[in-house]
């Protein structure tokens, strides 16, 4: 019999072995968007990484967006979209068109995904238990500050909820709908509640989960950097090399960092297993962004 093929496999459980010692109890934050929420491929490998960390002692939290979704639904309500500044302006016929998209249809979508792997998922938005406070975002038209309509700006993440549920045996999932002063709801980045939700729970890792394979060193490169800095990241910025859509995500990273999370990673969503392929290979798969390039192990390849 050959064992060659066996090894291999013990091989790859063996190289998993330090990062699993290292984030065992701890909490990792997933933000899950792209075309891993539309692809039933991709929808399955990511479940399977999520309930994965679970079961080997770890707290993922789940937050995900629903651009497709909405649309789909604002067309059904002969509802048209417009945007400023890449933000989706957002009226009263909006935002109740996308809480209930978000909250009612993709949300427990996710948690029933989850819950057929094995997992035990909990849908959460927001609203619940005042979980994201916020109020009325504004930007900057013609030169004047004004609102896009109920579109929010993160005050305040009450984090009690989430380290009850995700340090027991549950997985919270949670839709990026906010609430403001007086109760209204208001539609929210869910990368930006990602971020804020991974630096209130003090997370070890934050994870977003994109359409891009990662951050870089040229626009015309093959390759991507494998590790980051906050300094190297404004260097970056600075030289024009990280540009355009990518700006915000690694600058959301370095806020999450500078905020007390241990960890951040842009990875492409495109790619099955691709939270498992980053955490626990010495290589990863995406661009880690961090304080200080730091070593969980000494075979890991961060140059």
């Known amino acids: 019999m050959n064992y060659d093929n066996l090894i291999k496999k013990a091989e790859i459980l063996i190289e998993a072995l330090p990062y699993i010692q290292k984030l065992y109890g701890k909490t990792?934050?997933?933000k899950y968007g792209g075309n891993a929420m539309i692809n039933d491929e991709l929808k399955n490998s990511v479940m399977e990484d999520i309930t994965l960390l679970k079961y080997i002692g770890m707290n993922p939290v789940l937050v995900h967006g629903g651009g497709p979704d909405i649309n789909k639904?604002?067309?059904?309500?002969?509802?048209?979209?417009?945007?400023?500044?890449?933000?989706?302006?957002?009226?009263?016929?909006?935002?109740?068109?996308?809480?209930?998209?978000?909250?009612?249809?993709?949300?427990?979508?996710?948690?029933?995904?989850?819950?057929?792997?094995?997992?035990?998922?909990i849908g959460l938005c927001g609203i619940d238990g005042n979980l994201i406070e916020c109020e009325q975002y504004k930007t900057e038209i013609n030169g004047e500050m004004r609102d896009i309509g109920y579109v929010g700006t993160i005050t305040k993440i009450n984090s009690k909820v989430l380290e009850l549920i995700s340090k027991d045996e549950y997985i919270p999932v949670v839709a990026p709908i906010?609430?403001?002063?007086?109760?209204?709801?208001?539609?929210?980045?869910?990368?930006?509640?990602?971020?804020?939700?991974?630096?209130?729970?003090?997370?070890?890792?934050?994870?977003?989960?994109?359409?891009?394979?990662?951050?870089?060193?040229?626009?015309?490169?093959d390759s991507i950097i494998p590790a980051l800095t906050i300094d190297e990241v404004h260097d970056?910025?600075?030289?024009?090399?990280?540009?355009?859509?990518?700006?915000?995500?690694?600058?959301?990273?370095?806020?999450?960092?500078?905020?007390?999370?241990?960890?951040?990673?842009?990875?492409?969503?495109?790619?099955?297993?691709?939270i498992l392929l980053e955490i626990f290979t010495y290589k990863g798969i995406g661009t880690m962004i961090m304080k200080e390039k730091k070593l969980y192990h000494e075979n890991e390849a961060l140059y």
């Open 236 to 274: 970056l910025i600075n030289r024009k090399i990280i540009d355009g859509g990518m700006i915000p995500k690694v600058l959301g990273c370095v806020d999450a960092l500078e905020k007390g999370v241990g960890r951040t990673h842009i990875i492409d969503g495109r790619i099955p297993h691709c």
């Open 73 to 121: 639904a604002l067309e059904i309500y002969n509802i048209k979209s417009k945007f400023v500044n890449g933000l989706r302006v957002t009226d009263s016929q909006t935002i109740e068109v996308a809480q209930m998209v978000l909250v009612g249809k993709t949300n427990k979508e996710i948690v029933s995904m989850l819950n057929r792997k094995g997992g035990k998922a």
């Open 178 to 221: 906010g609430v403001g002063p007086n109760g209204e709801s208001y539609n929210i980045n869910a990368d930006t509640v990602a971020g804020e939700i991974a630096a209130a729970l003090k997370a070890e890792k934050l994870m977003l989960l994109t359409d891009v394979e990662g951050v870089k060193p040229s626009k015309d490169s």
């Open 28 to 30: 990792v934050v997933i």
